[in-house]
């Protein structure tokens, strides 16, 4: 299977939500459509999905024109974030209804649910109503429901933005391991960043209603384009000029564009006296469990660096800033 997309756009009232965007998807991939409130990733979904219509642009899958094609004729399978189950039926009867729908023989229907509800780990749950079940199982249930079809594409719309972290981690991992035994080609809306870089093939990120760079999770954060993926993409310090200058000699003559350092990429050590040495002063820490943030305040500028728990470090010490080698990340725009 390869899906296409070209030239999407749409607008409302005059305001773009979507400005040309262009992607691809293929068998068995796994892509996350990252971006803050309002960049566009939901609309972008929808319009695949065929609950809104593009202004203008192409979906093409292998080759068919989709564009025109009403949602109900699609193939694909879509997952909302308020799972959307029918109250009155239980866990069993939601995922036959979309089998019940293409008139699939009735023992067909009840091997497939059988053997979805034994992947999803809820084997014991099928005579079970909505409001007899956890978030995290509603979730999968739903889920269940849009793979039964075995879709051509599977869409997740913030799937588990509504439940609580530590059901949240363990379900897309879950969700994760699905997707590849099956290989169902899958696009995620989110703006969880560690719940793309988890489970995503490909991130998408998008800003403004364009895609500001796609690639793996490693590329977008050793290699971002922009100092929006940037700082989108985990933490990054960039650095006013003097400071860069110092910390990172070897580009002390760089053009006038943002330097950025990521937190881990720095040292903190006790001040050697040395000439040129740069110096700052803790202002804050927070304990992270592995890790602990250090806030310093250097020369009146805010620079975050993350440390071992263990560190010795004290709010108002004064400390000395080095910079792994190959730290700095340079942007062109």
């Known amino acids: ?51 809104i219509e593009p202004d203008s642009g192409e979906i093409r899958l292998d080759g068919r024109d989709l564009t025109k094609v009403p949602a109900r004729h699609r193939g694909f399978g879509i997952v909302f974030q308020s ?5 009155n039926m239980t866990a069993s009867e939601n995922i036959a209804y979309g089998l019940k729908v293409r008139r699939q023989p009735v023992a067909a229907i009840r091997s497939r649910v059988a053997e ?31 793979i039964a079809v075995e879709p051509a594409l599977l869409l997740l719309d913030e799937p588990l933005s509504a439940l609580d972290v530590q059901v949240r981690v363990s379900l897309r991992r879950q969700i994760r391991a699905l997707q590849k035994r099956l290989r ?7 703006h969880d960043q560690e719940e793309a870089m988890e489970m995503a093939d490909r991130i998408v990120c998008m800003n403004e209603g364009r895609i ?53 990429s720095l040292r903190l050590a ?16 927070s304990f992270l469990g592995g ?26 010490m004064v400390v000395s800033l080095s910079a792994a080698s190959g730290a700095a990340l340079m942007f062109s725009r």
Not at 12 to 39: E, H
Not at 125 to 134: I, N, R, T
Not at 292 to 305: A, F, N, Q, T
Request: charged share 15%.
């Open 1 to 51: 299977m390869h899906l296409e997309l070209k030239g999407i756009r749409k607008s409302y009232g005059g305001k773009t939500a979507v400005d040309g965007v262009d992607l691809d998807i293929g068998v068995g991939d796994f892509v996350c459509i990252l971006g803050p409130s309002g960049c566009g990733k939901t609309t972008l979904l929808r319009i695949l999905a065929g609950l």
């Open 83 to 87: 799972y959307s189950l029918f109250p």
């Open 116 to 146: 979805l509800l034994e992947m999803i780990g809820l084997s014991g749950s099928g005579a079970k109503l909505p409001d007899q079940l956890s978030g995290g199982e509603q979730q999968r249930i739903a889920l269940a429901r849009a």
């Open 184 to 190: 169902i080609p899958t696009l995620m809306v989110t």
């Open 212 to 264: 500001e760079q796609i690639g793996t999770p490693r590329e977008l954060y050793q290699s971002p384009s922009s100092p929006f993926v940037a700082g989108f993409i985990g933490a990054i310090n960039f650095l006013p000029g003097p400071i860069a200058a110092r910390l990172l000699p070897e580009h002390a003559t760089a053009p006038a564009l943002p330097i950025g350092i990521r937190p881990e």
């Open 270 to 285: 006790v001040p050697s006296g040395a000439a040129g040495e740069l110096l700052g002063s803790v202002a804050a820490m």
């Open 291 to 316: 890790t602990l943030r250090v806030l310093i305040d250097v020369e009146g500028h805010d620079v975050v660096v993350v440390v071992s728990p263990e560190a010795p470090w004290r709010v108002g």
